[in-house]
């Protein structure tokens, strides 16, 4: 069993940066690859990035990269999602999980455990 809160969502004007973090209860963290997705009013849940369970390893979504970055510390049980260059478009829930498919990440499956979300809100 593992159970996810996120944390360090907020408003943030366009152009700003936060980092989020995924706190993992459970002695199993380190075994799961991560993921973050998120999800705006009136759209689908969506992939943003996933990091396998080493670390040695990450992917994210065409719409975030080179401004994203998913990092994890296994000795924390924390996941991270640093967020660059906002853009107003990226506000949304934000969400971890924790990812047993690594491959099939970005369609949403093998997922195993997700958080209960974190708001980020980007102002214009």
Known sequence: QVQLVESGGGLVQAGGSLRLSCAASGRTFSRYAMGWFRQAPGKE??????????????????????????????????????????????????????????????????????GQGTQVTVSS
Do not use: H
């Open 45 to 114: 849940r969506e992939f943003v990035a996933a990091i396998t369970w080493s670390g040695g390893s990450t992917y994210y979504a065409d719409s975030v990269k080179g401004r994203f970055t998913i990092s994890r510390d296994n000795a924390k049980n924390t996941v991270y999602l640093q967020m660059n260059s906002l853009k107003p478009e990226d506000a949304a829930v934000y969400y971890c999980a924790a990812v047993s498919d690594y491959l099939r990440v970005a369609t949403m499956s093998g997922i195993d455990y997700w």
